[in-house]
């Protein structure tokens, strides 16, 4: 509370100081800001109060309780003058984004999305996959399924938001096939048909793929991942069988 307060302090004075045409932008991100709700209330509910032109933003990978979101996007309808964000992480379908990130319940991920496209109080909804050994291939079913998710409800607040993973070196990009090159330019050139995502942030992930491919670094990572593997209890080969050709 102590924190918060003294952020809150911070931001009173901090924001007229600093306030300009494209006004003022807080951004929550991981952990999983939803977690602490109760304090990102505490925060907001004051400074929207103050009136300013004011965009609140919350990246978050929707593996909560309902009931967390509900919260918030009552919050949200409180101040219509404010602009609220949401930039759900997400990097795979399925099993495979299961067995990417921990804990994820994909179903439940869906759940919450559909119910905050359906409130509509989010100016704009930005997925965010971060591009992975793990996820190249596959990529245009990803980018496609979510397209047509939000080409049913609402366009207008969708776009993609795309990130190279780049730690732990396993999980990079640059082990890749150079093969693997095209299953990435499906996925480009089909974003490019649907007029969306990032063009500068894709080549870079493109360019990237193929570039550690050493003998001795693919046998690290194939231990890697049998090491990971026992830690997490997943069994990456079964879960992704095109690590098998990668290392």
Not at 60 to 70: C, D, G, H
Not at 209 to 224: F, H, P, Q, V
């Amino acid at each position: 509370d102590a924190m918060i307060e003294t952020l809150l302090l911070f931001l009173k004075k901090a924001i007229p100081k600093n306030y300009n045409q494209q006004g003022i932008c807080i951004n929550f991100l991981g952990g999983e800001p939803f977690l602490n709700l109760k304090s990102i209330l505490k925060l907001c509910t004051p400074i929207a109060e103050l009136g300013y032109d004011l965009r609140i933003k919350v990246t978050s990978n929707l593996n909560i309780r309902t009931e967390l979101l509900e919260q918030f996007i009552n919050f949200a309808i409180k101040y219509p003058n404010i602009r609220f964000f949401l930039a759900p992480s997400i990097d795979a379908l399925n099993s495979k984004a299961e067995g990417i990130r921990t804990g994820l319940d994909f179903k439940l991920f869906m759940k919450n999305l559909e119910f905050a496209v359906k409130s509509n109080v989010f100016k704009r909804i930005v997925i965010i996959p971060t591009m992975s050994a793990l996820n190249i291939k596959g990529c245009k079913d990803f980018f496609k399924y979510f397209v047509e998710f939000f080409e049913n409800n609402n366009w207008e607040m969708f776009n993609f938001a795309t990130n190279p993973v780049l730690r732990p070196k396993p999980m990079a990009v640059n082990i890749l096939p150079e093969k693997y090159k095209e299953y990435f330019i499906e996925g480009i050139e089909y974003l490019e048909y649907k007029n969306t995502g990032e063009p500068k942030k894709l080549k870079f992930i493109l360019d990237n793929i193929g570039t550690d491919r050493s003998d001795e670094n693919l046998k690290k990572y194939r231990i890697w991942y049998e090491e990971h593997g026992k830690l997490k209890n997943l069994d990456y080969f079964n879960i992704f069988p095109e690590l098998e050709d990668i290392l």
